[in-house]
């Protein structure tokens, strides 16, 4: 990810449109690719990003591939999913705050997910933010009265 954000700057920076659209594209893949950890809505926003610059550069084989990832991404059933998640949480991000809820430590949660412990900490700073909660007995208290515990 860290190079393909490098080649995405160097695309924009030096007016590279058909590079940009294809660092787009593979951005969106990996997110797609990494499973758990990715992000359908980041990787429908990068495929749109690819879209827009494919169809303005009327390079219509590569825009009709991405309108076909495009198309069967909004049509995942998995998908659905993570709209009814309550507080806009990513699936990633509740399966951290079950794990909280059972009262395991940052490092038993790290182990669990196969994360780090700062990668832990991040997401638990986001499930704060995101839940308005303070602490972790908070963040345990909204898990069960949202049926996540």
């Known amino acids: 990810m ?8 160097t695309a924009q920076r030096e007016g590279l449109q058909p590079e940009l659209a294809r660092t787009f594209l593979a951005r969106a893949n990996l997110e797609l690719a990494r499973g758990g950890q990715g992000s359908p809505r980041r990787a429908e926003d990068l495929l749109s990003q690819a879209l827009a610059l494919f169809e303005e550069l009327g390079m219509s084989h590569s825009a009709q591939y991405t309108l076909n990832r495009l198309s069967a991404l909004s049509s995942c059933p998995g998908r659905r999913a993570h709209a ?18 059972q009262g395991k430590s940052n490092r038993q949660i790290a182990h669990a ?22 602490n972790r007995a908070a963040a345990t208290a909204f898990a069960i009265r949202h049926s996540l515990a």
Not at 2 to 9: G, P, V, Y
Not at 87 to 100: Q, S
């Open 84 to 101: 009814a998640l309550p507080a806009h949480l990513t699936e990633r991000e509740v399966a951290v705050l079950k794990l909280v809820a």
């Open 2 to 9: 860290m190079h393909l954000t490098a080649a995405q700057a």
């Open 113 to 134: 997910l196969g994360l780090s412990e700062k990668t832990v900490t991040n997401y638990l700073t986001h499930i704060f933010n995101k839940t308005t909660c303070e």
